[in-house]
């Protein structure tokens, strides 16, 4: 297995974040619906667009390697999203619902933010210029997007103690 | 479901994260006896010994709360570290093993880092000092954890692109 390289684990790892973006799309749509607070549903609205172009910024990187676009399941997101589907259930109308979904999608956030931090290492040490470009890009986003929910939890976890009283 | 609290949310996060850290015990073993740099291995060695404390301050925290230490499938985790495992077998004996299980190590930490924070904000919220201190106490080393792994990276990086060059 001496040929499986740097290169080949840039690769890899771009496959799998790319089926984390595709695989996250679509939940932070059934997240935005599920949020009671207009301001949580709003940052998921929002991100979900940014989503949308961070899978068109990791075409792009796929380009730059010469290969086709291409995801390989992503086991660390499956479990992360399954654990958002569990509170959306059995948080669903109760007072702290908003609180656990926020956690959940920080879940979600962090997982990006390590995956995207080490691609971008990668593709500095080969030496792929426009790729680090394109991935510090969505790192950045994605840093944004933990911090705006931070900032929205307090809102939302006092909310959620004031309705439980 | 409206008797569903902050409260609640707390406990069952709890036991999600009293989950990981049990796993991650025995999982880090594998990861050090993996890893092919001894500063990796190292590395791992440090950090199980520092998650069998981790798992101590969680059963003081369920005993501060007036519960039972009780363990509930993290399906994060199980994702997280499915994706190290494959590392492992896929990867054996190439040289980029170790930049891909120190990226896997570093996803594992980041998901302990967001659960740590956000158990440590509710607990703040719920009045829980002393639970504060302990969460903030890991919160503290898997903080430090993933720094340690971050100046690592490089030189595990770059080996990785020598050994195959």
């Known amino acids: 297995m001496a040929d499986k390289t740097l290169e080949t684990l840039f690769h890899e790892t771009l496959k799998d974040v790319y089926y984390a973006e595709k695989k996250l799309t679509t939940n932070l749509r059934k997240m935005a619906r599920a949020a009671q607070s207009p301001d949580l549903k709003a940052a998921f609205e929002a991100h979900e667009e940014e989503t949308q172009t961070q ?7 796929f380009e730059l390697i010469g290969k086709r676009p ?3 399941t992503c086991d660390a997101i499956e479990g992360i999203i399954s654990e958002a589907q569990e509170i959306m259930e059995e948080f669903k109308g109760s007072p702290a619902h908003d609180a656990g979904l926020l956690a959940a999608a ?6 990006e933010i ?6 971008k290492a990668w ?4 030496g792929l ?10 790192l950045q986003e994605e840093t944004a997007a933990d911090e705006k929910l931070s900032a929205l939890a307090e809102s939302v976890v006092n909310a959620a103690a004031e309705k439980a009283a």
Chains 1, 2 share one sequence.
């Open 114 to 119: 390590v995956r995207y931090g080490t691609l």
């Open 55 to 61: 899978v068109e910024r990791l075409t792009q990187v």
């Open 70 to 72: 291409r995801a390989k």
């Open 106 to 111: 920080q879940a979600v956030e962090h997982y």
């Open 129 to 138: 210029d426009e790729a680090v470009t394109l991935l510090d890009a969505t």
């Open 123 to 126: 593709a500095t040490q080969l």
